[in-house]
């Protein structure tokens, strides 16, 4: 870390996210609780816009990152819904030698290798409301054993 580069910037957002409606006061104690257990210094938090699909804010947090240690997301399932927008932000990240922390899921993406294990889930995720609800019933036993 160079003098230039101090704390951890916070994104919360108004929006749904991961089945989840939380509000921004608790997303922003969510981030200063997460940073006073790991010993990181926490930079206030700017709220994505409420529009669907809208990631104006956290483009613009992605061009501050010369002065910022890393960014601080409520959740991963905060992140765009596109994966090739979400490899922008982790790309964004990793080229600037910073870190993105989901406080929620206690997860931290410092390398490359990092990146899998969010995908997986978000992808397992995405998949959910596509399997079925209930499972079909057994067929009767031919043997008529109960």
């Known amino acids: 870390m160079t003098s230039e580069r101090f704390g951890y910037r916070g ?5 749904p996210f991961g089945g989840l409606h939380v509000p921004v006061p608790l997303q922003s104690l969510a981030l200063r609780d997460y940073c006073a257990r790991h010993g990181l210094a926490y930079k206030l938090h700017a709220n994505e816009n409420k529009f669907p ?22 959740s991963m399932f905060m992140m765009p819904e596109r994966r090739e927008r979400r490899r922008q932000v982790y790309r964004a990240i990793l080229d600037h030698g910073a870190s993105l922390h989901f406080v929620l899921e206690e997860f931290v993406i410092r390398r490359e290798a990092d990146i899998a294990p969010v995908e997986e889930i978000l992808s397992v995720a995405a998949l959910l409301p596509l399997a079925p609800k209930r499972l079909p019933a057994a067929p009767p ?3 008529g054993a109960g």
Do not use: F, I, K, Q
């Open 53 to 74: 699909h809208s990631y104006l804010v956290l483009e613009g947090l992605l061009t501050e990152l010369d002065r910022h240690e890393g960014l601080l997301a409520t």
């Open 141 to 143: 036993d031919p043997a």
């Open 11 to 15: 994104y919360v957002t108004s929006r």
